[in-house]
């Protein structure tokens, strides 16, 4: 009784650490014609066509964007891949490799990476969507 009491306490509170996914709309014509509605939480991105990429660790916070320092969520992926998303187009034409995302005022921003290094600004990014 005791353990089945401390299962489901210790579940509970598992539950309420995990944070939900935030559900994102398309707010550029860029997101609307490619990835649809998101889903994004720390373990990964969900797309409208139920395409997921899981991220690997979070490996920076900051990062230039347009010259100006932002705070920013950056991830490895954690098995890079260029997924197949709404009519046949690819989130970004090559294996993304890092996935950075970031609130700006009303929008979300995710920028996506295919190089080896840790991104430190917009600079070679392969593709930038726009959501809210």
Not at 21 to 27: F, L, M, N
Request: aromatic share 10%; glycine share 6%; with cysteine.
């Amino acid at each position: 009784m005791f353990r089945a009491r401390l299962a489901a306490l210790a579940f509970m509170l598992l539950s309420a650490l995990t944070a939900a996914a935030e559900t994102y709309t398309p707010d550029s014509n860029t997101a609307q014609a490619i990835t649809g509605r998101i889903d994004l939480d720390d373990a990964g991105i969900t797309f409208e066509n139920g395409a997921h990429m899981a991220f690997g660790e979070r490996v920076a916070d900051t990062l230039i964007y347009f010259e100006k320092p932002v705070q920013a969520s950056v991830y490895r992926i954690a098995e890079p891949s260029d997924p197949v998303l709404l009519n046949g187009n690819s989130f970004c034409g090559q294996p993304v490799t890092y996935v950075a995302t970031w609130a700006d005022g009303k929008d979300r921003i995710v920028i996506a990476y295919n190089g080896a290094d840790v991104p430190k600004s917009d600079e070679g990014m392969c593709a930038l969507y726009v959501y809210q």
